[in-house]
């Protein structure tokens, strides 16, 4: 029995020092950017056979450390300012791709410093590339994730070929005298608005939308372009590039849309005859309220909002990513362009995944597969960019198991001794 005593108080000693170097470990990262601290978990040894039942009153043989679970609660997150650093608030991991110690494959992390490198892809700080689902150019994202690869060229232009308008046409304004002339255009009619368009080589004009009252709730409108940029240029006249007429109902809603004239316009040295669509809101006759867009009430003429689809080139200014991950490219002309949406994988246990170092994880079979999504979906975390999430180590909790497994430390060695001077009371027995 002393002699078990004895290795009962070396099996304390091995795993006090096993968890010691556990709470180290936590100490020791608890600055590291998306950590996740351990702990250790005893198990009781038996000196005996559990076949052996209750009935025995053999004592244990000591303790032995039956494993180490790894915690995966929320780490604070901490705000950076840095645009491409980024955060999981809830549960699940960033996807990233490459090569650690000689190891290629897919690796999972909560560590969200990434940086676009010099060949344009989303990398961490181990330069294993971010994965995600990429933006296709009508602005569907893919069905499988690949390497995230942000366009940094020059965005090219874009030319415009449709504008809105949302606007309110005075009803009691009265039919100017003078007959339309698109050369004196301010006295022939009531109200104008005037938008920036884009030709092909993203050159900037103007197009001037004059509204003229014709009768009992109808307005006439004309689009005048200045003649001096157009090919052939019409020098110091104005040139009427399209027409037509809104009727509206004694309510003030848009009733019909009649376009006469369709815009048609071609711009020096840009391409030819370029198509461009005025759109006043949907009208009753086109299945709508005819209040969502140009109406006719009572109150002064204005423009309360307008927009066209037209845009200049751009450089690449940065890239911004919002709540469910979807990251934007960012350009000088004030576009913003879809790159790809992140990936953000789930598993069945997390505590189960393997520890790979550099903050990553690999997925094992007590892990379970990694079941690809997106941020926000499926009980997966939303992100929160320019934060990163904080070490989940307490210091003041882990301080204090310190002090447990030196105490259990030093106590296990009382035991050794004690059973020490125990045998040696016995040897002096036959003196």
């Given at each position: 029995?002393?002699?078990?005593a004895?290795?009962?108080?070396?099996?304390?000693?091995?795993?006090?020092?096993?968890?010691?170097?556990?709470?180290?470990?936590?100490?020791?990262?608890?600055?590291?950017?998306?950590?996740?601290?351990?702990r250790?978990?005893?198990?009781?040894?038996?000196?005996?056979?559990?076949?052996?039942?209750?009935?025995?009153?053999?004592?244990?043989?000591?303790?032995?450390?039956?494993?180490?679970?790894q915690?995966f609660?929320?780490?604070?997150?901490?705000?950076?300012?840095?645009?491409?650093?980024?955060?999981?608030?809830?549960?699940?991991?960033?996807?990233?791709?490459g090569?650690?110690?000689?190891?290629?494959?897919?690796?999972?992390?909560?560590?969200?410093?990434?940086?676009?490198n010099?060949?344009?892809?989303?990398?961490?700080?181990?330069?294993?590339?971010?994965?995600?689902?990429?933006?296709?150019?009508?602005?569907?994202?893919?069905?499988?994730?690949?390497?995230?690869?942000?366009?940094?060229?020059?965005?090219?232009?874009?030319?415009?070929?449709?504008?809105?308008?949302?606007?309110?046409?005075?009803?009691?304004?009265?039919?100017?005298?003078?007959?339309?002339?698109a050369?004196?255009?301010?006295n022939?009619?009531?109200?104008?608005?005037?938008?920036?368009?884009?030709?092909?080589?993203?050159?900037?004009?103007?197009?001037?939308?004059?509204?003229?009252?014709?009768?009992?709730?109808?307005?006439?409108?004309?689009?005048?372009?200045?003649?001096?940029?157009?090919?052939?240029?019409?020098?110091?006249?104005?040139?009427?590039?399209?027409?037509?007429?809104?009727?509206?109902?004694?309510?003030?809603?848009?009733?019909?849309?009649?376009?006469?004239?369709?815009?048609?316009?071609?711009?020096?040295?840009?391409?030819?005859?370029?198509?461009?669509?005025?759109?006043?809101?949907?009208?009753?006759?086109?299945?709508?309220?005819?209040?969502?867009?140009?109406?006719?009430?009572?109150?002064?003429s204005?423009?309360?909002?307008?927009?066209?689809?037209?845009?200049?080139?751009?450089?690449?200014?940065?890239?911004?990513?919002?709540?469910?991950?979807?990251v934007?490219g960012?350009?000088?002309?004030?576009?913003?362009?879809?790159?790809?949406?992140?990936?953000?994988?789930?598993?069945?246990?997390?505590?189960?995944?393997?520890?790979?170092?550099?903050?990553?994880?690999?997925?094992?079979?007590?892990?379970?597969?990694?079941?690809?999504?997106?941020?926000?979906?499926g009980?997966?975390?939303?992100?929160?960019?320019?934060?990163?999430?904080?070490?989940?180590?307490?210091?003041?909790?882990?301080?204090?198991?310190?002090?447990?497994?030196?105490?259990?430390?030093?106590?296990?060695?009382?035991?050794?001794?004690t059973?020490?001077?125990?045998?040696?009371?016995?040897?002096?027995?036959?003196?």
């Open positions: 029995m002393v002699l078990r004895m290795y009962s108080g070396v099996s304390g000693l091995r795993a006090e020092g096993e968890a010691l170097g556990v709470v180290g470990d936590n100490i020791a990262n608890v600055n590291t950017v998306g950590f996740k601290g351990q250790v978990i005893f198990h009781d040894v038996l000196g005996h056979s559990i076949l052996a039942g209750s009935a025995s009153a053999l004592p244990g043989s000591g303790v032995r450390v039956g494993g180490i679970q915690l609660t929320q780490g604070s997150l901490a705000n950076t300012g840095v645009s491409t650093d980024l955060a999981l608030n809830g549960d699940g991991f960033f996807a990233v791709k090569t650690v110690a000689g190891v290629s494959g897919n690796f999972y992390t909560r560590a969200g410093q990434f940086v676009i010099n060949d344009g892809y989303l990398v961490n700080s181990s330069n294993l590339e971010v994965q995600g689902y990429a933006a296709g150019p009508n602005g569907t994202f893919a069905a499988s994730v690949s390497s995230l690869k942000v366009p940094t060229a020059a965005l090219p232009p874009m030319a415009t070929t449709a504008i809105e308008m949302t606007a309110n046409l005075d009803s009691s304004a009265t039919t100017p005298t003078l007959p339309w002339d050369q004196d255009p301010s022939t009619s009531n109200f104008s608005s005037s938008i920036t368009v884009y030709d092909s080589l993203g050159n900037s004009h103007s197009v001037d939308v004059y509204f003229r009252k014709t009768g009992a709730n109808t307005y006439d409108y004309h689009a005048i372009a200045n003649g001096d940029e157009l090919q052939p240029p019409v020098p110091g006249l104005n040139v009427e590039i399209g027409t037509g007429s809104l009727a509206f109902t004694t309510n003030g809603a848009l009733n019909t849309v009649t376009t006469t004239t369709p815009i048609s316009v071609s711009y020096a040295g840009a391409t030819a005859a370029q198509a461009i669509t005025l759109d006043f809101g949907t009208s009753i006759a086109a299945g709508g309220t005819g209040l969502d867009g140009t109406t006719q009430f009572a109150s002064p204005n423009i309360s909002a307008q927009s066209q689809d037209g845009y200049s080139s751009g450089d690449f200014a940065g890239v911004a990513v919002d709540g469910q991950g979807i934007m960012l350009y000088t002309n004030g576009e913003k362009v879809a790159v790809g949406q992140l990936g953000v994988a789930k598993f069945r246990a997390n505590e189960g995944l393997g520890r790979a170092g550099q903050g990553l994880w690999i997925e094992t079979r007590d892990s379970g597969n990694a079941a690809m999504g997106t941020a926000a979906s009980g997966r975390g939303a992100v929160s960019a320019g934060t990163l999430e904080s070490s989940n180590v307490d210091l003041a909790e882990e301080f204090v198991g310190l002090i447990q497994h030196q105490r259990s430390f030093s106590a296990n060695s009382k035991t050794i001794t059973a020490d001077e125990m045998l040696q009371e016995l040897i002096n027995i036959k003196r």
